[in-house]
């Protein structure tokens, strides 16, 4: 059972370049969503999915776009990389009831030069 | 909207000590969960222990437990018997119905060393 798979672990960018991080589940999870990670700012919402065909907008989701297709990717675009999008980047799925556990991906850590 | 809190940046305790983590967090809903996550220097996101608001109870998981203050509106974590392998950042965590798609809302997290 892989869980939440993210890819790449690792990038780096220059500055108004495009990159779509890769999202991939199998526990059949209906929500999906990305944070990304600031020190001292914990994780905040990016965007998230309630289902395929459906997603929303988060805290912060200025720079990127998403969509799903289906109920298991849910990639994150970035559409022209800003110095400001250096961060550590988490995918996370979980069931839509209250309290459920969120499963989170490992983590892309983007560097924008 | 809801805010969560984490006063203590960085804290230490020395292996085999207690140590307790503090959160407190803002909401005017009444059904709501809390949750510690811990991640490790690997990067990984790990549950360690979860609290429904309507349950007075406070959660307990092996060497973690939790005080819930409702009225007051903490969450601290107590971590009994520290271990080498306790080293992390904890973030409390927060959620209710009335999230985006039950999503989480974060704490700026406590980077806790455990000194042997």
């Known amino acids: 059972n892989a869980g939440v798979t993210q890819t790449p672990k690792f990038q780096v960018l220059k500055t108004g370049q495009s990159m779509t991080l890769q999202c991939a589940q199998d526990m059949n999870h209906e929500y999906m969503s990305w944070y990304r990670q600031d020190p001292g700012m914990g994780l905040r919402l990016i965007h998230y999915s309630v289902g395929a065909g459906i997603t929303d907008q988060g805290e912060v989701p200025n720079g990127y776009n998403v969509s799903r297709s289906t109920t298991e990717d849910f990639p994150l675009r970035l559409l022209s990389a800003a110095p400001s999008q250096t961060s550590v980047y988490f995918c996370a799925s979980s069931y839509s009831y209250l309290g459920t556990e969120a499963f989170f991906g490992q983590g892309t850590r983007l560097t924008v030069v | 909207a809801q805010t969560v809190t984490q006063s203590q940046p960085e804290m230490s305790v020395q292996e085999a000590e207690t140590v307790t983590l503090s959160c407190t967090y803002d909401?005017?809903?009444?059904?709501?969960?809390l949750f510690w996550y811990k991640q490790p220097p690997s990067r990984q996101m790990i549950l360690v222990i979860r609290q429904e608001a309507y349950k007075q109870q406070n959660a307990t998981e092996n060497r973690f437990s939790v005080n819930f203050q409702k009225a007051a509106k903490s969450f601290s974590l107590k971590i009994s018997d520290s271990q080498l392998g306790d080293t992390a950042m904890y973030f409390c965590a927060f959620t209710t119905r009335n999230n985006a798609g039950n999503m989480l809302t974060f704490g700026g997290g406590t980077r806790l060393m455990v000194k042997p």
């Open positions: 909401t005017s809903e009444n059904n709501y969960y």
